[in-house]
């Protein structure tokens, strides 16, 4: 036998093992079912949090490489457009010179800008890819919680039947004494 003192009236009172047992489950699941919740909530704040921090910080990298090549490319095209005034204003020779090294310059630049469109195709390609990741492991976690949650549903459901169980036999046994008692007392 075991004594509690009740938090609310301060009386003692004694209870069997069984009972004490019991009690403690109940406290015990409850404190289990909070901390779940809790760690879960957690656990979805904090995997929100890290994917909003990565993907700002991906999308201000992939927009300061943007500036960066239209800036370049609006260099290339004040070059170009340099070179073409140059290019009126000097005589025949010098005009041929110049167109040459105009070609060379748009060459260079178409290069370069497909370079740089190529580099944006595979920026752009690889945060996919990381966004796809990331809604891969979010959907993981979402099944390790579901699967989590269902098994501590079927064990509250089991220990639910065990309950009920215990409880038939209890008053099956309540009948019993009460009919012994009966025979007893007609006797």
Known sequence: MRELKCPHCKSVFQVDDDMYESIAGQVRNETFEAELDRRESELRDRIRSDYEVKSLKEHRIFSEKLVSLEKEISKKEKEISTLG??????????????????????????????????????????????????????????????????????????????LEIERRDAKLQMASIKEKHAIVLSE
């Not at 195709?121 to 269902?150: C, D, F, G, W």
């Open 85 to 162: 005034e140059r290019l009126r204003q000097s005589d025949k020779t010098k005009d041929l010179e110049i167109a040459n090294e105009v070609e060379r310059a748009k060459a260079e630049t178409q290069r370069s800008l497909q370079a740089k469109e190529m580099e944006i195709a595979t920026l752009k390609l690889q945060i996919a890819n990381e966004e796809s990741e990331r809604k891969v492991i979010l959907l993981e976690e979402r099944r390790k919680t579901e699967e989590l949650l269902k098994k501590k549903d079927d064990r509250i459901s089991e220990l639910n039947r065990e």
